[in-house]
């Protein structure tokens, strides 16, 4: 079983930064992708950013681009979500998730929570206006 451990979240002003974490610890995995999700007060899972794990491509949603960076360190298994000018809208709770093995001519670009393997349990990110 792999276990995905978000950290980082937390209570932050309109217009302030907050950087979360997940790592990735368990069996052995061959991460394909990591992403990033969120879901606020009634509202639907919604895609935050994506990164492939081989060749660090990057997706992001359309309500975060040019505000949110997802980045990655291989060595550790982690992936980080560096959140700036943060608005209250972007109150939710994110999670982690992980992708495993794909085919080498997998086309998918990982916005859809379908597409991942493992999910973290969620921190609370909470933006004040």
């Known amino acids: 079983q792999v276990q995905l451990v978000e950290s980082g979240g937390g209570l932050v002003q309109a217009g302030g930064s907050l950087r979360l974490s997940c790592a990735a610890s368990g069996q052995s995995f061959s991460t394909f992708a990591m992403g990033w999700f969120r879901q606020g007060p009634g509202k639907e899972r919604e895609f935050v950013a994506a990164v492939d794990w081989v060749l660090g491509t990057t997706y992001y949603g359309d309500s975060v681009k040019g505000r949110f960076t997802i980045s990655k360190d291989n060595a550790k298994n982690t992936v980080y979500l560096q959140m700036n000018s943060l608005r209250p809208e972007d109150t939710a709770v994110y999670y982690c998730?992980?992708?495993?093995?794909?085919?080498?001519?997998?086309?998918?670009?990982?916005?859809?929570?379908?597409?991942?393997?493992?999910w973290g349990q969620g921190t609370q990110v909470t933006v004040a206006s």
């Open positions: 998730a992980a992708a495993g093995y794909r085919p080498p001519n997998y086309s998918g670009t990982f916005d859809l929570a379908g597409e991942y393997d493992y």
